[in-house]
């Protein structure tokens, strides 16, 4: 594992999918003092959200589009899991739902967006195979 990434079980990465992701950037940006760095989509750009002490990005502001267009718009954090397939049907078997279906992110790894039994939506993440 990277020095920088995080352990099976922690918060990996938050992102807020929106209609129109530039205002709210603006916002976030005013209201809580983070920069920004445009990331290109192919075509339009999503935001990293960068600490202004630092300039480490925290977090994403993004369009929902593409990979995206199914995602609700709320902070989604994004929990490390060992196995992405298991934690998948360990959540259906106790009564969880799939949101929106397993998806790659590159050589990142995969996740999965899902809902606990109270409703609440998260996703599942599992780092690539050459970065575990």
């Known amino acids: ?15 807020l999918t929106v209609g129109d992701a530039a205002p709210i950037r603006d916002f976030y940006a005013d209201v ?11 075509g339009y750009n999503d935001f990293c959200m960068n600490a ?24 989604l954090v994004y929990i490390i899991v060992e196995n992405l397939d298991h934690s998948i049907a360990r959540c259906l078997e106790h009564g969880g739902r799939i949101v929106s279906d397993p998806k790659d992110m590159g050589a990142s ?3 999965c967006v899902v809902q606990d039994p109270a409703g609440a939506t998260f996703a599942l993440f599992q780092y690539a195979e050459s970065q575990a």
């Open 1 to 15: 594992m990277a020095e920088n990434e995080k352990s099976i079980g922690e918060i990996a990465w938050v992102d």
């Open 32 to 42: 809580v003092g983070w920069t920004t760095t445009p990331v290109d989509m192919g």
């Open 52 to 75: 202004s002490s630092t300039g480490e990005a925290v977090s994403g502001v993004c369009y929902a589009r593409g990979s995206n267009a199914d995602l609700p718009p709320v902070w």
């Open 109 to 111: 790894g995969r996740y």
